[in-house]
Every structure is written in structure tokens, then in C-alpha cells.
């Protein structure tokens, strides 16, 4: 399916007009009818778009890392190791480019590594388990991750989280400056979608403690994966509303990457439309709509 086309399907079916329109003034008309008598308009700020392009495209790369890790790991794993075993942290490859998986534990004189597995993308490309006897000590780097993760956790019995499926959140866990941020985030349990609220981010200071909590997004919105095949002429896409900022946030970054089909986000305090495809972000423009072929744009 043209990517373009599937562009303007969802400029049509947030605007509710014809491909023949200007898609800017069409995005500002109806953004500026639904926000202007709720929302005190708010300017797009760079700064904010671009930490949102690149954190969304670096939890997508450590959640990653962490599921197709996970699936190795399960395969060699011995039970016996349960009782010692502490959990897991992603952290940069030494060789750059890739991630390291390293699953840890705690033999008694501390935590060690027990298996690393390298992480190309969605591939496993290297590791394995480490022999009993050269379990190496957690580097620094992973030794602030899991040290962050942990404090977040230990937080989290005073702290009232929202998710938004009935099962157990995921974490991911980033380095950030000289501490980490550390995500709690609903997990994906039904393939037709993805959810875009119940997401959580802390912040975890170079000393280990938790210097805030951010809510990503209210209520429990989602965006659909629609299933596309070789036979999939048109895809109708239903923008999302987000309005706890002027910009898109690094969820909808992250849930781009999972989608084969743009998304199209709203933001009422900026009176802006957004397309959110692959991991980038951009304001919806003339050439969503004009590089359609005619004929090919449905709405709902």
C-alpha cells in the first residue's frame, strides 16, 4: 500500500472533506473549533519534539532488545537460578551501534552477571550465559540502571498507577544524563492495538532517588494496527487526541515504530495536526493531501 495514500485517508477522516482541500487549513479548522474555547493555545516547542523523536525511537530500541533478549534467554535458562536471579537492565553495546541485554543476579556477594545478549534491532546477534565460575560484576553503567528501576519500584506502594490492561506493566529503563529514567508502561495484550495511555515516567537523580513522576497521558486512548496486506487497496485512520501537551510525546514516537501505516495526532494547545510515522514527527502538510491519486481517499 502507497504510504502517501494512507497519509491523506487519515487527513480525511480528521477533517471529514475531500482530498482537493488544503490539508493545513483543514487541520487548523478543525483543531482550532474543538481547542480554542478549552485550551489557551500553546506554541510547539522544538526542544520538546526533539526529545520526543529520540527518546520515543530509544525505548522502542530498549524494549526491543528486552523482548527478543527475553526469548533467548528463556530458551537456556535453568530453574535452579530463580532463587538468585534479580532482574534484567538494557545498556549500549561497548562496540556501539547495538544493545547489550544483561540479566543479573545475586550469588551473595553481590550482583554479577549471569547472561548479556547483544541486540541488533530485533535480531540477537551474540551472548549467551556466562560460565558459573566468570560471572563478571555489573559494569557502572548497569549497576545505574538496575540501581534506578529499583527505586522507582520501591516508590511505587505510595503511588496510585493507572494501567490500562489487566496485566503486568512493562518497564524500560534509559540512562539519562549522570541518572536514568525509568518507564512503567501498560503492556500490549491485544494485536489489533496499541495503548497509548496508562504510561508512566520517572526520573532518578545521579544519587539514586526519584525526583518525579510524569504522567504521559490521560484516560486509556489507543491507536489500532490495522492489518495490511498485499490486497489492502485503502485503510481508514482515526487521528488521536492528545492534549496534555503542544507536541506529541515519545509514546506516540514509540507506538509509530509498531505501526505499519502513519499516525495522525491532535493537539488541541497548539491547534497543530501531527503525522507520527516510523519513529519521526512532523506537522500534517500540502503534500499529504496532493500527492494522492485521485479517487483513493475514504472517510468515515
Known amino acids: 500500500m502507497n504510504r502517501v495514500v494512507s497519509r491523506i485517508l487519515g487527513a480525511a477522516?480528521?477533517?471529514?472533506?475531500?482530498?482537493?482541500a488544503s490539508a493545513p487549513a483543514l487541520a487548523q479548522q478543525t483543531a482550532d473549533a474543538q481547542a480554542a474555547a478549552s485550551y489557551p493555545y500553546s506554541a510547539p516547542s522544538p526542544e520538546s519534539?526533539?526529545?520526543?523523536?529520540?527518546?520515543?525511537?530509544?525505548?522502542?530500541?530498549?524494549?526491543?532488545?528486552?523482548?527478543?533478549?527475553?526469548?533467548?534467554?528463556?530458551?537456556?535458562?535453568?530453574?535452579?537460578?530463580?532463587?538468585?536471579?534479580?532482574?534484567?537492565?538494557?545498556?549500549?553495546?561497548?562496540?556501539?551501534?547495538?544493545?547489550?541485554?544483561?540479566?543479573?543476579?545475586?550469588?551473595?556477594?553481590?550482583?554479577?552477571?549471569?547472561?548479556?545478549?547483544t541486540v541488533d534491532g530485533s535480531e540477537v546477534v551474540a551472548g549467551g550465559f556466562h560460565p558459573?565460575?566468570?560471572?563478571?560484576?555489573?559494569?557502572?553503567?548497569?549497576?545505574?540502571?538496575?540501581?534506578?528501576?529499583?527505586?522507582?519500584?520501591?516508590?511505587?506502594?505510595g503511588v496510585q498507577l493507572t494501567l490500562c490492561a489487566n496485566a503486568q506493566a512493562n518497564t524500560i529503563t534509559v540512562p539519562d544524563g549522570d541518572g536514568a529514567q525509568v518507564y512503567i508502561m501498560t503492556p500490549l495484550t491485544d494485536m489489533d492495538s496499541i495503548p497509548l495511555g496508562g504510561h508512566y515516567r520517572f526520573s532518578v537523580d545521579a544519587a539514586g532517588q526519584v525526583t518525579q513522576l510524569h504522567r504521559l497521558e490521560d484516560g486509556c486512548p489507543t491507536a489500532l494496527l490495522p492489518?495490511?496486506?498485499?490486497?489492502?487497496?485503502?485503510?481508514?485512520?482515526?487521528?488521536?487526541?492528545?492534549?496534555?501537551?503542544?507536541?506529541?510525546?515519545?509514546?506516540?514516537?514509540?507506538?509509530?515504530?509498531?505501526?505499519?501505516?502513519?499516525?495522525?495526532?491532535?493537539?488541541?494547545?497548539?491547534?497543530?495536526?501531527?503525522?507520527v510515522d516510523g519513529g519521526t514527527i512532523r506537522e500534517l502538510g500540502e503534500e499529504d493531501v496532493a500527492a494522492a491519486p485521485p479517487g483513493t481517499v475514504t472517510s468515515e
Open 13 to 20: 477522516a480528521l477533517c471529514g472533506a475531500a482530498a482537493t
Open 49 to 117: 519534539l526533539a526529545f520526543a523523536q529520540e527518546r520515543g525511537q530509544l525505548i522502542f530500541a530498549y524494549d526491543q532488545a528486552a523482548w527478543h533478549s527475553t526469548d533467548a534467554f528463556l530458551t537456556e535458562y535453568d530453574q535452579a537460578l530463580g532463587p538468585y536471579m534479580r532482574g534484567y537492565v538494557v545498556v549500549p553495546s561497548d562496540s556501539g551501534g547495538t544493545l547489550d541485554a544483561v540479566y543479573f543476579g545475586d550469588f551473595g556477594a553481590g550482583p554479577v552477571e549471569v547472561a548479556r545478549y
Open 132 to 157: 558459573a565460575d566468570a560471572r563478571p560484576p555489573l559494569s557502572a553503567m548497569a549497576s545505574r540502571l538496575a540501581d534506578a528501576r529499583q527505586a522507582v519500584i520501591g516508590t511505587l506502594s
Open 227 to 275: 492489518e495490511i496486506t498485499p490486497d489492502t487497496q485503502a485503510v481508514v485512520l482515526t487521528p488521536v487526541a492528545f492534549t496534555r501537551a503542544a507536541e506529541p510525546s515519545e509514546v506516540h514516537v514509540w507506538a509509530s515504530m509498531m505501526r505499519p501505516v502513519p499516525m495522525f495526532v491532535e493537539t488541541p494547545r497548539s491547534r497543530t495536526v501531527w503525522v
